[in-house]
């Protein structure tokens, strides 16, 4: 299994596309939203750069996962790869954790060159809550890891990109991305494990503790994740 994730995360690396989308297009992203807010604070009160720094990261993060995670599985599917696996001693669980795992370890260039742009812009930080920014958002990834690989096996090949697409546009439209949440939409926010993905990382402003809510919210989500994608796996085989 250790080898199967050295291999994908190899290969998610060498895919320009993935550089581009994931990690690129969040930095780029970022300056823009810096430079439309001019330096001055979000209608929370909080600084822009701060904001930004932590909505862009998650936002390459999701893309990182979501996106490649699904179609890759799809493409495998489609191309017989992954039932010449089923006939190795490689257990389904096995394959479905290494998917899950590779995925998330690429997250961190997304997330580490937008906190970088960050600090150029002048976001102060201690090394505790940088090292734990850092923490949150990665372990965050892994349920929209899960999300990715049961995207993967539950739509077909040819389907795939859209659906991912439309379900990361919405989770990132009310989740906080672009805007902060406020008022009434909360309460639907809450629901949106990108919303609980960026309220996580909320400690860093001032004011702002560790949201457990937001925590146990993801772990939640992940576990439904997980069990959905190891019954999608399941069912794929049986059909195979």
Not at 103 to 126: D, H, N, S, Y
Not at 168 to 175: H, I, T
Request: proline share 3%; charged share 10%; hydrophobic share 55%.
């Amino acid at each position: 299994m250790t080898t199967l994730i050295q291999l994908e995360i190899l290969r998610t690396l060498r895919n320009r596309r993935y550089l581009f989308f994931t990690v690129l297009y969040p930095a780029l992203m970022y300056f823009f939203f810096v430079s439309v807010y001019k330096g001055g604070n979000v209608a929370t009160g909080v600084s822009a750069k701060s904001y930004f720094m932590v909505s862009m990261a998650t936002f390459g993060s999701v893309g990182a996962v979501l996106t490649g995670s699904a179609q890759r599985i799809s493409l495998e599917r489609k191309s017989g790869w992954v039932r010449q696996l089923r006939l190795t001693a490689l257990p389904g669980s096995s394959y479905t954790i290494a998917k899950i795992a590779s995925c998330a370890a690429t997250t961190l260039p997304a997330i580490l060159v937008v906190f970088a742009l960050g600090a150029v812009e002048g976001v102060r930080l201690g090394a505790g809550q940088w090292l734990g920014l850092l923490a949150v958002l990665w372990l965050g990834s892994f349920v929209f890891a899960a999300l990715g690989v049961a995207l993967g096996y539950a739509a077909e090949p040819s389907a795939v990109q859209p659906i991912v697409m439309i379900i990361y546009m919405l989770m990132a439209a009310f989740g906080g991305t672009w805007y902060p949440i406020t008022g009434s939409l909360k309460e639907f926010a809450r629901f949106n494990p990108v919303y609980l993905y960026n309220q996580l990382a909320a400690f860093i402003h001032p004011g702002q503790s560790v949201d457990t809510a937001a925590a146990a919210g993801l772990a939640g989500f992940l576990v439904v994740f997980v069990v959905a994608a190891g019954y999608l796996y399941r069912k794929d085989a049986r059909q195979a």
